[in-house]
Protein backbone atom coordinates (compact mmCIF):
# COMPACT_ATOMS: atom_id res chain seq x y z
CA UNK A 1 0.00 0.00 0.00
CA UNK A 2 1.40 3.05 -1.11
CA UNK A 3 0.93 6.18 1.46
CA UNK A 4 0.03 9.30 -0.29
CA UNK A 5 1.63 12.42 0.75
CA UNK A 6 -0.77 14.68 2.10
CA UNK A 7 -0.22 18.30 0.66
CA UNK A 8 0.06 21.20 3.24
CA UNK A 9 -3.36 23.57 2.29
CA UNK A 10 -1.14 26.96 1.51
CA UNK A 11 -3.24 29.67 2.07
CA UNK A 12 -1.64 33.46 1.51
CA UNK A 13 -1.88 36.13 3.99
CA UNK A 14 -4.44 38.88 3.03
CA UNK A 15 -4.86 41.08 6.12
CA UNK A 16 -2.68 43.47 4.07
CA UNK A 17 -4.88 43.74 1.42
CA UNK A 18 -7.71 45.16 3.65
CA UNK A 19 -5.37 47.93 4.71
CA UNK A 20 -4.59 48.94 0.95
CA UNK A 21 -8.21 48.66 -0.08
CA UNK A 22 -8.81 51.43 3.02
CA UNK A 23 -6.14 53.24 1.71
CA UNK A 24 -7.21 53.39 -1.91
CA UNK A 25 -10.39 54.46 -0.93
CA UNK A 26 -9.37 57.39 1.93
CA UNK A 27 -7.21 58.35 -1.26
CA UNK A 28 -10.39 58.44 -3.83
CA UNK A 29 -12.47 60.50 -1.06
CA UNK A 30 -10.26 63.06 -0.87
CA UNK A 31 -9.16 63.48 -4.41
CA UNK A 32 -12.62 63.47 -5.64
CA UNK A 33 -14.66 66.85 -6.82
CA UNK A 34 -18.14 66.40 -5.69
CA UNK A 35 -19.07 70.37 -6.14
CA UNK A 36 -17.73 71.85 -9.18
CA UNK A 37 -16.61 75.58 -8.38
CA UNK A 38 -19.26 77.95 -9.58
CA UNK A 39 -18.11 81.00 -11.10
CA UNK A 40 -17.52 81.82 -14.59
CA UNK A 41 -14.32 82.58 -16.72
CA UNK A 42 -13.18 86.42 -17.06
CA UNK A 43 -10.85 87.75 -19.99
CA UNK A 44 -9.57 91.09 -18.53
CA UNK A 45 -8.28 93.42 -20.88
CA UNK A 46 -5.07 94.60 -20.35
CA UNK A 47 -3.82 97.96 -19.94
CA UNK A 48 -2.45 100.40 -22.72
CA UNK A 49 -1.47 103.90 -22.20
CA UNK A 50 -1.03 104.30 -25.89
CA UNK A 51 -3.89 106.55 -27.12
CA UNK A 52 -4.31 105.04 -30.34
CA UNK A 53 -4.92 101.63 -28.97
CA UNK A 54 -7.59 103.09 -26.65
CA UNK A 55 -11.04 102.98 -26.83
CA UNK A 56 -13.93 104.37 -26.70
CA UNK A 57 -15.28 105.22 -22.67
CA UNK A 58 -18.82 103.57 -21.87
CA UNK A 59 -21.52 106.17 -22.44
CA UNK A 60 -23.14 106.71 -18.76
CA UNK A 61 -26.39 108.59 -18.25
CA UNK A 62 -26.73 109.90 -14.77
CA UNK A 63 -30.18 110.99 -14.03
CA UNK A 64 -30.37 113.31 -10.47
CA UNK A 65 -33.92 115.14 -10.08
CA UNK A 66 -34.65 116.79 -13.44
CA UNK A 67 -31.36 117.02 -14.50
CA UNK A 68 -29.57 114.52 -17.34
CA UNK A 69 -25.57 114.41 -17.24
CA UNK A 70 -24.05 112.87 -19.82
CA UNK A 71 -20.58 112.05 -21.27
CA UNK A 72 -17.54 111.52 -19.82
CA UNK A 73 -16.88 114.62 -17.76
CA UNK A 74 -20.78 114.13 -16.64
CA UNK A 75 -22.04 117.82 -18.46
CA UNK A 76 -25.39 118.81 -17.88
CA UNK A 77 -27.76 118.41 -21.63
CA UNK A 78 -31.47 118.64 -22.22
CA UNK A 79 -33.60 115.53 -23.45
CA UNK A 80 -33.32 117.10 -26.96
CA UNK A 81 -29.53 117.32 -26.50
CA UNK A 82 -29.20 113.36 -25.39
CA UNK A 83 -31.17 112.24 -28.42
CA UNK A 84 -29.19 114.17 -30.81
CA UNK A 85 -25.70 112.84 -29.37
CA UNK A 86 -27.36 109.28 -29.05
CA UNK A 87 -28.11 109.50 -32.88
CA UNK A 88 -24.51 110.76 -33.81
CA UNK A 89 -23.19 107.80 -32.33
CA UNK A 90 -24.51 106.11 -34.88
CA UNK A 91 -25.45 102.56 -32.78
CA UNK A 92 -26.60 100.47 -35.46
CA UNK A 93 -23.34 99.94 -37.37
CA UNK A 94 -21.81 98.77 -34.41
CA UNK A 95 -21.59 95.44 -32.88
CA UNK A 96 -24.08 94.85 -29.82
CA UNK A 97 -21.13 95.31 -27.31
CA UNK A 98 -20.46 98.46 -28.02
CA UNK A 99 -23.74 99.70 -27.97
CA UNK A 100 -24.05 99.85 -24.33
CA UNK A 101 -25.26 103.03 -22.95
CA UNK A 102 -25.44 102.72 -18.60
CA UNK A 103 -28.03 104.69 -16.84
CA UNK A 104 -27.31 106.21 -13.58
CA UNK A 105 -31.18 106.97 -12.11
CA UNK A 106 -31.04 108.53 -8.73
CA UNK A 107 -33.81 108.08 -6.03
CA UNK A 108 -35.03 111.22 -6.79
CA UNK A 109 -35.95 111.05 -10.78
CA UNK A 110 -39.80 111.58 -11.66
CA UNK A 111 -40.94 108.63 -14.41
CA UNK A 112 -41.05 110.64 -17.49
CA UNK A 113 -37.70 111.70 -17.42
CA UNK A 114 -36.30 107.89 -16.75
CA UNK A 115 -39.27 107.25 -19.55
CA UNK A 116 -37.77 109.29 -22.15
CA UNK A 117 -34.37 108.63 -21.62
CA UNK A 118 -34.27 105.16 -22.16
CA UNK A 119 -36.55 105.63 -25.21
CA UNK A 120 -34.04 108.16 -26.43
CA UNK A 121 -31.30 105.33 -26.40
CA UNK A 122 -33.89 102.61 -27.84
CA UNK A 123 -34.59 104.68 -30.45
CA UNK A 124 -30.59 105.16 -31.26
CA UNK A 125 -30.52 101.56 -31.35
CA UNK A 126 -28.49 102.12 -27.88
CA UNK A 127 -28.81 98.70 -25.15
CA UNK A 128 -29.75 99.41 -22.43
CA UNK A 129 -27.24 99.09 -19.07
CA UNK A 130 -29.35 100.38 -15.87
CA UNK A 131 -27.55 100.81 -11.80
CA UNK A 132 -29.75 101.80 -9.22
CA UNK A 133 -29.38 103.62 -6.56
CA UNK A 134 -30.46 102.87 -3.25
CA UNK A 135 -31.70 104.92 -0.58
CA UNK A 136 -29.37 104.96 2.46
CA UNK A 137 -30.70 104.33 5.82
CA UNK A 138 -31.54 106.81 7.80
CA UNK A 139 -30.02 106.54 11.72
Do not use: C
Amino acid sequence: MLLSKTRAFFEPDVTSFADIAFLLIFFFILTTTFILPAGSKLDIPAASADPEKAEDKQLTVTLAGEDIHYGPEGEKVTLEELRRSLFGRNFRAKPPDKRIVIVNAKPDVPYELYFDVVMAIHHADGVLALLEEEEKAKK
